[in-house]
């Protein structure tokens, strides 16, 4: 990591991925395994996404922040829908809303400091 703002991000990203993995995930219904898989792939992506962004300049880094954009709206699409299809605990689902938040607001401030 070559910045500490990128580090930031980088553990805000690790930090939320392991509170899904650990909270989120067995919160879902069996039923709605498609938002289960989808979850993940789009945490993942977005974990690519920074680290894509942390090793590379100008505007292909431009290009990977803004793709962790589009996986942070994901998710939170995601999130929303897990809201309303799962019937347990939604407080989990809603610190996990929360650490998204945070990332977002992370990461647009790190697409603003690019310009």
Known sequence: MKDNGDFKIYT????????????????IPS?????RIHL???VYL?????????NTKGNIRMKYITD?????????IISND????TNSNKKYITTSISKLTNIKHMTYAYKQSQD
């Open 46 to 54: 977005l974990l690519k996404n920074m680290i894509s962004a942390i």
């Open 31 to 35: 039923i709605h395994r498609d938002l």
């Open 82 to 85: 897990l809201m309303e299809y």
């Open 68 to 76: 962790m954009i589009i996986s942070i709206q994901m998710l939170d």
């Open 40 to 42: 993940m792939d789009e």
């Open 12 to 27: 805000e990203i690790i930090s939320y991925r392991k509170y899904i993995r650990e909270h989120v995930l067995n919160t």
